[in-house]
């Protein structure tokens, strides 16, 4: 683990592997350097992977608190990476910071992948299109984030962690969790987990972009999916199998499979 | 020193099959509203009501609240029912503690609608501030993080909304903008009404001190109310500000009063329904909200049996434990009389007696008995003595 300075913030960050540059931009929790998934893609290039402010080690300046804080925080990252064609990968909370930026088109950016992004609102004013991560039972979160809970890979936790609390967790496992789920909330209670706007200005995102999404995720299911594919030029969309909201966790190999294709030179 | 008692009701709606509540996750927040019959609510309102208008008679002031969508509490916007029984009485104080200003968008519209119970009520209205449960952030769609922030902004620009006279001035807080701010009418009381704030958060007492607004605990039993007031008085000390009275120190307990002790104890074990059945919330609305807690404290939270809540909520266990003042008048007087020697010193009790099961007739009845023969022996009480064993010794 180490440290990455950007303007006046500090941000703890993974890094491993060598070669072309891969931004990785988490979800509910922070990367967690043992995920499997980690090491293979490691294969593919520099893997880089912050702790957005407030989560895993990354102070949370007082006045830091809105996604257009975060959107110009990874705009400064990115500005960061003495490389010309770095690869942007967003999870699920991620995955709408990561939309963001590339729609305000980073001349640092060389392609995008969104793994079952949030961010976007499509459907009618009286249907979510996001079960609630705030106001929905920690049984139901788990289920519906996992197409089988018991994939997850001990002491590494997804959407739905507060159901798989057990006393055989350390304190600091708690206390980081916590900290996490507070720092999210901060940034996404309302909207939920969207920006109305963003929708409109997807178009506007010029690089090659690869949607992922878990065949069984039923937070943001893959009918959403497609439909938020079809508004970014020239996006592809593929499915994980057997897997829920955190394909990266649940199937790493198959995940790693579905991007190395898009992440192959000369693309 | 006169000591004031006050009468809070929630307007509670018992009124739910058992077998409903005990299948819900929750009963605040998320219970369906068809469980709640609105013939029951209208008949709840006017015996409540009625209470209220006994209590400006003999002279027990009067405390309104809000709570939404649950069984604990019918009165969903303080200010309405704050602003009728503004209306229905003449003599006593109203609080209203309060609207919750942490999920209200607007305090400049919670300015106005204080003003104008202020000036309908012919200057009896007193201004309490809760921070809110968290429930209430469900129900009321507000964001937990940063509540405290939130409200002490709120509380700033509803103070300066109050107490400017001269025309319209704009605020560009964090939380909070209003270009123009120009209340009418401005409050029938100068500067403006009384402050309370409900809470046992020390950093947040400390703060009340300095601004010398009125700190009440709910149900913090001996201890927690003596260390929030000592760390009131300390931060006054430390500002160089003067010595608080009494009247700044407020504690809220339930109770009841009857002509016996046996009396009193059987109707009074109807009351503690409300930490038995009426608190009931789903995990994501309770532990699991975000902001509720320091994530430093989340582990003696979250581990099995880490349950905070009392297992024994006898009468006799709550009386012990300074929250529940029960009995008759004599008996009421010498545990609030103690009650206020062991806490150094607290000059407003807000009684919660209409609350769980206990019936508009029971509760007219403890009224009467607490204006007639408790509230005259609470009057010219001498300095606390300072000498006698407190709940730190």
């Known amino acids: 683990m180490t440290s990455m300075r950007v303007g006046p913030f500090s941000l703890e960050t993974i890094r491993v592997g060598t070669g ?7 979800g509910v929790n922070p990367i967690h350097a043992d995920a499997p998934f980690l090491a293979k893609l490691a294969a593919q290039g520099e893997v880089i992977a912050p702790s957005h402010p407030g989560f895993g080690g990354s102070p949370l300046p007082p006045d830091f608190d809105t996604m257009y804080d975060l959107v110009n925080l990874y705009l400064a990252v990115l500005d960061s990476i003495p490389a010309d064609d ?12 990561a939309a963001e930026l590339a729609v305000a088109n980073p001349k640092r950016l060389g392609r995008l992948i969104l793994v079952d992004p949030v961010g976007i609102k499509l ?4 249907d979510r299109d996001i079960v609630h991560y705030f106001n929905t039972d920690p049984a139901e979160l788990n289920r519906r984030s996992w197409r089988d809970p018991a994939r997850r890979p001990a002491g590494i936790y997804g959407l739905g962690w507060q159901a798989t609390i057990s006393d ?3 304190d600091q496992e708690m206390i980081a969790l916590a ?4 720092s999210l909330c901060l940034y996404a209670w309302k909207p939920h987990m969207y920006n109305p706007r963003l929708k409109d200005w997807l178009h506007r995102i010029g690089v090659p972009t690869k949607l992922i999404w878990g065949e069984f995720d039923a937070v943001v299911t893959p009918d959403f999916g497609r439909a938020y594919a079809s508004l970014i030029p020239a996006a592809e969309f593929a499915v994980v199998k057997d897997a829920g909201h955190h394909p990266e966790l649940e199937q790493p190999e198959e995940f790693v499979a579905a991007i190395t294709a898009f992440l192959r030179p000369g693309r | 020193m006169a000591m004031e008692l006050w009468n809070h009701c929630e307007n509670p709606y018992p009124f739910v099959p058992a077998e409903v509540l005990d299948a819900a996750p929750s009963v605040r927040a998320s219970l369906p509203n068809k469980y709640c019959e609105p013939e029951i609510a209208a008949q709840l309102y006017d015996e409540v009501f009625e209470e209220y208008q006994h209590c400006d008679d003999i002279g027990l002031h009067i405390v309104t609240n809000e ?3 649950g069984i604990n509490n019918l009165w969903a916007a303080s200010p309405v ?18 609207t919750l200003v942490t999920v209200r968008p607007d305090p400049v519209r919670v300015a106005t609608e204080y003003a104008s119970i202020d000036v309908l009520s012919r200057g009896r209205l007193d201004i309490g501030f809760v921070k809110s449960g968290a429930t209430e952030m469900t129900s009321g769609d507000a964001n937990p993080m940063r509540i405290r922030e939130r409200e002490w902004e709120a509380i700033d620009l509803i103070e300066k909304a109050l107490t400017s006279n001269d025309g319209p001035f704009s605020w560009e807080g964090k939380f909070f903008t209003h270009a123009h701010v120009n209340i009418w009418p401005r409050p029938y009381q100068s500067p403006r009404p009384e402050f309370w704030a409900a809470t046992s958060d020390l950093p947040t007492c400390a703060e009340l001190g ?23 008085k300390k931060a006054r000390a430390t500002a160089g500000l003067p010595e608080p009275g009494e009247d700044r120190f407020s504690y809220m307990a339930f109770c009841y009063v009857g002509d016996t002790d046996a009396e009193a104890f059987r109707v009074g074990q109807k009351i503690p329904w409300f930490l038995t059945v009426s608190i009931k919330s789903a995990p994501q609305m309770a532990k699991f909200m975000p902001g509720q807690i320091a994530p430093e404290m989340t582990p003696a939270a979250w581990r099995a049996g880490a349950s905070k809540r009392p297992t024994d909520l006898s009468v006799e266990s709550l009386v012990r434990q300074g929250q529940m003042f029960c009995g008759n008048p004599d008996t009421v007087v010498r545990q609030i009389k103690d009650f206020r020697q062991r806490v150094g010193g607290v000059g407003r009790i807000i009684l919660m007696t209409r609350q769980g099961l206990v019936t508009h007739a029971e509760a007219m009845k403890s009224f009467s008995l607490t204006a007639k023969e408790v509230l005259p022996q609470l009057q010219g009480l001498g300095p606390v003595d300072l000498d006698m064993p407190t709940a730190a010794q």
Not at chain 2, 81 to 98: C, D, E, F, M, P
Not at chain 2, 212 to 226: A, H, P, S, V
């Open chain 1, 86 to 97: 770095v690869t942007v990968m967003g999870f699920c909370f991620g995955g709408w910071i």
């Open chain 2, 210 to 232: 300095r601004r010398g607004i009125i700190n009440t605990l709910l149900f913090g039993g001996y201890d927690r109310t003596k260390t929030a007031f000592d760390t009131y």
């Open chain 1, 168 to 170: 055989a967790m350390t």
């Open chain 1, 20 to 26: 072309r540059p891969i931004l990785l931009i988490h």
């Open chain 1, 123 to 126: 459907s009618g004013r009286e």
């Open chain 1, 179 to 182: 900290r996490n789920w507070d």
């Open chain 2, 81 to 98: 029912i704050t602003g009728i029984v503004a209306r229905l009485t003449k003599k006593v104080r109203i609080l209203s503690l309060g």
């Open chain 2, 67 to 69: 709570h939404h969508s």
